[in-house]
């Protein structure tokens, strides 16, 4: 059995991962061949934070994504188990009490429990949240990891199309088939600040622009992200390159002589309740709609896209109203 997937995003080599594990022969198709600056989930932030995601995101992105972060090291990825710190400025202290509201797994700190997390937010904040069974992973590390498995288990990743394929994992670009798909416009930043050292992703909330800051290591960060409702994909607006500084500069004044490494944008792909579908039409399988949660989320999709493919399993997410008939 050989099984044709179109996309070498995250979600197509997630499967991909998934069903060669399972003795499954994979031939892996994308108009930009290896993962690289053309694939949405090179941007990704990848954070493995279901809890927090809970503030925003309806229940089954709470409870599958606590797959993620064994899935991953088990997959070959880097997965740094530190938890997630969420705080927020005095003047914005109610909204760390809504998030608290509308989240779990979370544990209250004062002033001296965030420093202990972060000496280099001592003084900072007055209060926080730790997600203390939360993870990141590099996502770009990551997929590298995919594709090396895949090839060491006798796959390809070939650039170009196939109209023939078994599985569609295009991400937006498979708004050719799937007219109720939309683009939901990401920007984000990598900088590098070797003032400031965190060991974990921390969240800073505010009413208008949420910001969250992932390290990488050696001072290098990722910044992100907007959330701005276009399919447009190329250009970050100045409002937004501000409102970002910004946010980073009241996390801590070091950054406002932060090195700008690299701006990113890409469009995520998403249905209207920003929930990830599967579908069947014809003899093609479209797994699509990860939204935001491309990392938290690609390992239980593969899991049961592989399920189905390979013994006719139907998955929680089928999309029954528009299944094939």
């Not at 809504?98 to 420093?115: E, K």
Request: glycine share 12%; aromatic share 4%; hydrophobic share 45%.
């Amino acid at each position: 059995m050989t099984v044709s997937i179109l996309g070498a995003g995250v979600m197509g080599l997630a499967l991909a991962s998934e069903l060669s594990g399972r003795g499954v022969a994979v031939r892996i198709t994308d108009r930009g061949g290896v993962p690289g600056p053309h694939a949405c989930s090179w941007w990704a932030g990848g954070m493995l934070a279901p809890f927090c995601e809970g503030e925003t995101a309806e229940e089954p992105v709470v409870r599958l994504g606590q797959q993620a972060a064994g899935w991953w090291r088990a997959h070959g990825a880097e997965v740094t188990a530190n938890g997630t710190l969420v705080v927020a400025p005095g003047r914005d202290a109610a909204e760390l009490t809504r998030f608290a509201r509308r989240t779990q797994g979370h544990v209250a700190l004062d002033g001296a429990g965030v420093a202990a997390l972060e000496p280099d937010l001592a003084g900072r904040f007055a209060r926080g949240l730790h997600f203390p069974d939360e993870a990141h992973l590099a996502p770009r590390q990551a997929l590298a990891a995919l594709a090396g498995r895949l090839a060491a288990r006798g796959g390809a990743i070939e650039t170009g199309t196939d109209e023939r394929a078994d599985v569609d994992c295009r991400g937006l670009a498979a708004r050719d088939v799937l007219a109720d798909l939309r683009g939901v416009k990401g920007e984000m930043l990598v900088l590098r600040c070797p003032e400031v050292a965190l060991s974990r992703p921390v969240r800073l909330l505010h009413p208008r622009i949420p910001l969250y800051i992932v390290p990488r290591g050696e001072g290098v960060f990722m910044l992100g992200a907007t959330m701005i409702e276009s399919g447009e994909r190329g250009r970050i607006t100045a409002r937004s390159l501000l409102e970002m500084l910004s946010a980073a500069w009241a996390l801590h004044p070091a950054f406002g002589e932060a090195e700008v490494l690299e701006i990113g944008v890409d469009a995520r792909p998403a249905f209207r309740d920003n929930l990830p579908r599967i579908r069947r039409r014809g003899g093609t399988i479209y797994v699509n709609g990860l939204y935001r949660h491309g990392f938290l989320l690609a390992p239980a999709m593969a899991r049961m896209a592989a399920d189905l493919v390979v013994g006719g399993a139907r998955p929680e997410v089928m999309d029954e109203d528009r299944a094939e008939r």
